[in-house]
């Protein structure tokens, strides 16, 4: 049988349905009503878009101009209508006929509508002058139910009457051609055929009859029974290879329009059925009923089409079969996404009405299903090779195998073209999948079976949509409804089982496979190159998976079917249902350097490293970092900030210092810093934390490693640079308390100078006085009076000479710079008493220059304003004192 999908698109439950139709552009479903309203439903949307209140009697017929934004109706009234559809304006209104208005037919070019009526008249209007009447075409005797003009002859139309007779007319004429008899009751409906290859015309009558008429040789050629009541409509599908018919018994029927075989009988309970509308390039219906209406979709979604390895693309148009190759379009430039502009081949008509077309692995072949049957053609002539029926064709991965699915128990493999083996699968055969196994779906789920001697490999409870294997055999896609999963093919663990049948159950060889993955997306068309896999999704988009990581090509703008991919071109490439082909770049250096390293073959991806253009090798980067090579990405890596982020999780200091010269950032320097740090590199911390311009970094560094010059460096530099807070401690910390004082002086910070000296400096307190009392007389001269100069009220001050004394005595042990290991053995400061210390100590005035000799010389080379970066020794471990 016609393998067809039929799927209701919208339930739009009304008053009864006299007449349907469709629009050519807009989704939308016109139904005019018994009850006198006219309503506009969205199949898309699935909602009631617009309605026209006619009349109070019944609307038996209306149809759209799309040209005119109109919609026309006739009614019961005997009036036509006229409505813009936008405005729901009635544009138009007179009266057509002297009984109810059956039918309306709209010229396809002209500006004419034709309606037919119980007055048992015809008549042609003309819409650009006037609405006039320019024809009226007289002979039936009975109602004129149906008219329908001829697609291949637009000034031939055909008539359907009560009269019993189906009557052909011709524009221009006022009697007609001839007259086709052979019901035996009066005659509903009627259609032209609209193919190109057969004059026929189909009609329904109250006999509960169909006919079908070669209107050449006026005879009926077929009669179709079946239906239980009267039939009220039928149609010959514009696009499809059958026939509808729909009956006052309630049931839509199918039939197929060569064989006239019935395929399907439609009732959806909605009581009697009253008309059908289907349109040129579109596999919608729409059925009007008793109870409301209701559109289907018909037939496959996916169009019929296959491509060999060298990009020859065959393909079916209707029964037609074409051919395009991609290598006559020469060197024309091509954008990712853009039809291609292919020269389209006829290579002949196929016998059987084609809903798939596949390839052999090798090319030589094509398979044709359809109907129930299959050919293989030769792809080249399309001359069969074999031919017979199944419900389902698959091809082995070894080109001169294949099986078909004969029934829902019977599987049979044939090589050669010779039968080589029949077979039934346990549980059944609901479907079958070529490629490395052979894959039987059942009920019960999903089996594997060896294509050489039909043995079980593997049972999965799983019901898969597509099988899709990888080239090698190694890797293979399960695609169900809702998610797709990966799976490794472990052939050798597949042979030892089969050697020693350990681990073999009645569901087949438990380690055959091995799941990698599963996403949750649903593919809808796939294929392998290497070990990444290439597929559309549901939601249109071209996506690949490698090692986990989905990668997205593109965003398609409507549903594409995957036809291959042709590395020479780095090209993926696509097919539409209206046949055309897109492609979409994709390098296959990339796809073979990512099936290396999924491989763990690293002197492949080496080998194949160079072929990637440079743009190219930061997104390869990323994939092996995820893969959790990271200094192989490093390697690769073009972007610096990607290289220096892999630098430092690697540790990899001189590259990382490389990259942070080169960028001059200062979070980079600050980053470096703290990896050298603790990698206790201190030179190059100390450098790092220079260019990050980090001077609590650096003071930290300094005091931690008791590194006296650099906390010397360290004050020179901070103060030069304003960083006084840093530059206070660095003096401070070295007992350079006049460095400390110029500091606050110098900043304005008198009050704190002024007890600075007057806790560690006295002899400065009496200067520091002076000029914070000159700076606060400014403001305030009361209060500048009121501070006193202990050198001035020496009674105010107890102890200032014995204070004096003491700061020179503590200068002296203060130039004595200790190292700092020496820490232990130094007396704390609160534990001393300096003026019992300095009891009759005697200054020199000559002080002795002792200074840190004992410090190793290696310190010498942390120099902070000269470093000489290119000689660092990352290795040496300088504080290993
Ligand atoms: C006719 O039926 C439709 C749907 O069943 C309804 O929306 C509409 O109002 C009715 N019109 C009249 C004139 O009753
Ligand atoms: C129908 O009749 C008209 C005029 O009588 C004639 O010109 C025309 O060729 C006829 N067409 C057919 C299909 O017989
Ligand atoms: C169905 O056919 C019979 C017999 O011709 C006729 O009497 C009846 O009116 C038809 N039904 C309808 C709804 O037209
Ligand atoms: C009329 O043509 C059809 C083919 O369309 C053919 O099957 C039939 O035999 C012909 N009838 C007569 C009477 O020539
Ligand atoms: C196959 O080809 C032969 C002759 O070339 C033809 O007679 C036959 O009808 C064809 N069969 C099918 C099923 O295409
Ligand atoms: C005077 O004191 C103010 C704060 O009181 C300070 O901002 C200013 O810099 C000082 N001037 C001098 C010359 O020290």
């Not at 026209?52 to 009614?75: H, I, S």
């Not at 060896?450 to 593997?458: K, Q, S, V």
């Not at 102890?799 to 130094?826: C, I, M, T, W």
Request: hydrophobic share 40%; with cysteine.
């Amino acid at each position: 049988p016609l393998r067809l999908d039929i799927k209701r698109k919208l339930t739009a439950r009304s008053d009864r349905v006299k007449s349907v139709d469709l629009h050519p552009t807009e989704p939308w479903m016109l139904a005019s009503l018994y009850n006198g309203s006219v309503c506009v439903w969205n199949h898309e949307t699935q909602t009631l878009v617009k309605t026209f209140e006619v009349c109070d009697l019944p609307v038996r017929a209306a149809k759209f101009v799309a040209r005119k934004n109109w919609v026309v109706t006739g009614a019961d009234d005997m009036q036509i209508r006229v409505f813009n559809y936008n405005t729901l304006e009635r544009v138009h209104m007179f009266e057509a006929h002297s009984d109810y208005i059956r039918c309306i037919a709209v010229h396809p070019t002209q500006p004419f509508i034709l309606t037919s009526s119980d007055d048992m008249l015809i008549k042609l209007w003309d819409w650009d002058k006037k609405w006039s009447c320019s024809q009226v075409f007289e002979g039936h005797t009975h109602y004129v139910m149906q008219i329908v003009i001829n697609p291949k002859d637009n000034n031939q139309f055909a008539s359907a009457s009560l009269d019993r007779t189906i009557k052909v007319w011709q524009l221009g004429s006022s009697s007609p051609n001839f007259t086709l008899e052979g019901h035996e009751k009066g005659v509903n409906c009627i259609d032209y055929y609209s193919g190109g290859d057969k004059p026929y015309l189909i009609s329904g009558a109250d006999d509960r009859l169909v006919k079908i008429w070669d209107y050449q040789n006026k005879t009926c050629v077929q009669t179709l029974e079946g239906h239980a009541q009267n039939v009220s409509c039928v149609s010959f599908h514009p696009e499809l290879p059958i026939i509808i018919t729909g009956s006052e018994d309630g049931t839509v029927r199918i039939w197929h329009s060569s064989t006239y075989r019935l395929e399907s009988t439609l009732n959806y309970g909605m009581e009697r059925v009253w008309c059908v509308a289907s349109l040129r390039g579109s596999n919608n219906v729409a059925l009007g009923y008793d109870e409301g209406s209701i559109i289907v979709k018909l037939g496959r979604e996916e169009p019929a089409m296959s491509m060999d390895a060298n990009g020859k693309i065959i393909w079916a148009k209707h029964s037609e079969v074409q051919q395009a190759n991609l290598k006559a379009m020469g060197d024309a430039e091509i954008k990712d996404g853009e039809r291609l502009p292919l020269a389209v081949k006829d290579m002949g008509s196929c016998e059987i009405y084609p809903q798939t077309i596949q390839h052999n692995p090798n090319g030589r072949f094509v398979v044709v299903c359809g109907d129930g049957e299959y050919i293989i053609y030769t792809a080249m002539a399309l001359r069969n090779k074999s031919f017979g029926s199944a419900q389902e064709f698959v091809w082995a991965h070894d080109s001169s195998e294949y099986a078909i699915r004969e029934s829902n128990s019977v599987v049979k493999i044939f090589k050669n073209f010779k039968e080589k083996k029949s077979f039934k699968p346990d549980f059944g055969a609901e479907g079958i999948y070529g490629g490395f196994l052979l894959g039987v779906r059942s009920v019960n789920g999903l089996a594997f079976y060896d294509w050489e001697n039909t043995e079980l490999i593997r049972r999965i409870e799983i019901q898969p949509k597509h099988i899709f294997w990888s080239d090698s055999g190694e890797l293979v896609c399960i695609a169900t409804e809702e998610s797709f999963f990966i799976l490794k093919y472990l052939s050798e663990k597949v042979a030892a089982a089969q050697e020693t049948h350990e681990g073999v159950t009645e569901d087949g060889i438990e380690d055959a496979f091995e799941v990698l993955g599963e996403i949750q997306e649903i593919v809808k068309t796939g294929l392998w190159v290497g070990d990444c896999f290439i597929y559309t999704s549901s939601v249109n988009r071209l996506n690949y998976y490698v090692g986990g990581e989905i990668v997205t090509i593109a965003h398609l703008d409507r549903t594409m079917y995957l036809l291959g991919y042709i590395p020479k071109d780095n090209r993926l490439y696509l097919g539409d249902k209206e046949l055309n082909i897109v492609s979409y770049s994709l390098l296959v250096s990339v796809l073979e350097y990512q099936t290396a390293v999924m491989r763990r073959d690293f002197s492949m991806a080496d080998k194949v490293l160079p072929t990637i253009p440079k743009e190219q090798r930061t997104r390869v980067a990323h994939f092996l970092e995820k893969q959790g090579f990271k200094q192989q990405a490093l390697a690769v890596s073009t972007d610096p900030e990607h290289r220096f982020e892999l630098a430092l999780q690697l540790g990899e200091l001189k590259i990382a210092y490389q990259l942070a010269v080169e960028a001059e950032s200062e979070q980079k320097w600050k980053q470096l810093a703290e990896l050298a740090i603790s990698k206790c590199q201190f030179g190059l911390a100390q450098e790092c934390l220079h260019h990050a311009q980090d001077y609590g970094g650096l003071l930290l560094l300094a005091t931690a490693s008791g590194n006296a010059n650099m906390v010397n460096k360290l004050a020179e530099g901070a103060e030069k640079d304003g960083k006084n807070n840093v530059a206070f401690m660095s003096y401070f910390l070295q007992g350079k308390l006049d460095s400390c004082l110029e500091l606050l002086i110098k900043t304005g910070r008198l009050p704190e100078a002024a007890f600075l000296a007057r806790t560690y400096l006295p002899s400065q307190v009496s200067r520091v006085v002076k000029l914070w009392r000159e700076n606060l007389s400014k403001v305030n001269q009361k209060a500048a009076e009121s501070l006193a100069d202990p050198t001035e009220y020496e009674n105010l001050f107890p102890g200032l000479k014995e204070a004096f004394v003491a700061e020179e005595y503590v200068k002296q042990s203060l130039d004595d710079l200790r190292p700092a290991r020496e820490y232990p053995l130094v007396t704390p400061n609160e534990e001393r008493n300096l003026l019992e210390e300095a009891k009759g100590f005697e200054p020199s005035g000559v002080m002795a220059p002792q200074t840190l000799l004992d410090l190793e010389d290696d310190l010498d080379n942390l120099d902070l304003e000269d470093i000489d970066t290119t000689d660092i020794n990352l290795d040496e471990e300088i504080l290993d004192e």
